[in-house]
Nanobody, 122 residues
Framework: QVQLVESGGGSVPAGGSLNLSCICTRSGYSFINYAMAWFRQAPAKGREFVANIAGTGMTTYQANSVKGRFMISRDNAKNTVYLQMNNLQPGDTAVYSC?????????????WGQGTQVTVSS
């Protein structure tokens, strides 16, 4: 079973920055085997993809809504993935969760953290 713990959320004014962390405290495989992603869910809205990163960290992808403002990265030595968020706007207010994905034979398994709240005031 994989355990993911997010941190770094908080309340900031528009234009501010936050750096979220998601540490994998328990896993069945080496952390490099997990592709990682960040999602967010605003009140009364569905879950929205934010960004993902390959196990090696060589490939990343961001949603158009955050491109140029958010950057995903990872440190496999620390079993941690980060989401640097700059120029935050009120529309970024949401609970941010990380997700780990691993493929084993013909199956894909994914695991979620509990999430961390980000609130941006205008």
């Amino acid at each position: 079973q994989v355990q993911l713990v997010e941190s770094g959320g908080g309340s900031v004014p528009a234009g501010g920055s936050l750096n979220l962390s998601c540490i994998c405290t328990r896993s069945g495989y080496s952390f490099i085997n997990y592709a990682m992603a960040w999602f967010r869910q605003a009140p009364a809205k569905g879950r929205e993809f934010v960004a993902n990163i390959a196990g090696t960290g060589m490939t990343t992808y961001q949603a158009n809504s955050v491109k140029g403002r958010f950057m995903i990265s990872r440190d496999n030595a620390k079993n941690t993935v980060y989401l640097q968020m700059n120029n935050l706007q009120p529309g970024d207010t949401a609970v941010y969760s990380c997700k780990a994905v691993v493929g084993v034979l013909d199956f894909t398994y994914d695991y979620w953290g509990q999430g961390t709240q980000v609130t941006v005031s205008s």
